[in-house]
């Protein structure tokens, strides 16, 4: 259910969280994403972004961490999108959009439509019925990126969002990005630093 109030869709509070028990890489963070909102995550390499995505996910293998999704008082939807693009290697970009449908209940003839539009948006059309393994970088991550505006989520959470992403994909996605925002998603990236130069946002810097 989205959360139409101007409130937190993204409560997160770390304590500590890290890959190896007593050696935490991240620490007292605390931080939250409002419904409409962009929050960058910035900071120099190893400084501890993705750690703190893959943290609020619950994907590091210790943490001390509260995370709420979609507002205190309601379970929410979120999309994330991995700096490395994750995918069945025996299932065409078709049958991701599908199955990615079929995961978040969405009605055939909604999904038709929906899918429809983002292969257009992405150009991406032709190769609906290719296998993602042969793909390139940035194929891969438009596929990515298509999986989770399906879903329509309260959040989407966005590690490294312009990994391969030529000029014109990179508009479309921030095009489709600020739609989503204007709906009242919240969107919380760890982005190319000069994108967030140009851009509306909160700085959470390590
Ligand atoms: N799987 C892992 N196992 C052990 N240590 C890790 C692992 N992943 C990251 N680290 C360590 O955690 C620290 C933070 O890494 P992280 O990947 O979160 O940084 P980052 O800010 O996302 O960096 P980058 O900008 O290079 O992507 C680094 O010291 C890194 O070596």
């Known amino acids: ?53 893959k943290t609020l996910l619950g994907l590091t293998k210790y943490a001390q961490a509260s995370v709420s999704i979609g507002g205190r008082s309601i379970e929410g939807t979120y999309a994330y999108v991995p700096e490395q693009p994750i995918y069945y290697e025996d299932l065409t970009l078709w049958e991701h959009l599908d199955l990615a449908a079929a995961a978040n209940e969405i009605a055939y003839e909604e999904f038709v439509s929906e899918a429809e539009k983002l292969l257009i948006r992405f150009g991406m059309s032709e190769v609906r019925h290719l296998l993602p393994s042969g793909f390139s970088k940035g194929m891969k991550q438009k596929m990515m990126l298509m999986l989770g ?36 998603a919240g969107v919380l990236m760890s982005p190319h630093m000069c994108w967030i130069q140009q851009r509306e946002y909160v700085i959470h810097s390590y």
């Open 149 to 184: 505006f399906l879903a329509k989520p309260d959040v989407y959470i966005v590690d490294e969002p312009f990994m391969g992403l030529d000029p014109r994909a990179t508009r479309d996605f921030l095009n489709l990005l600020d739609d989503e925002r204007k709906r009242g």
């Open 1 to 53: 259910m989205m959360n139409t109030q101007q409130g937190s869709v993204l409560d997160v509070s770390i304590e500590e969280a890290g890959y190896e028990l007593g050696h935490p890489r991240i620490w007292d963070i605390s931080f939250q994403v409002a419904s409409g909102e962009l929050v960058g995550i910035i900071g120099p390499n190893g400084a501890g972004k993705s750690t703190t995505i």
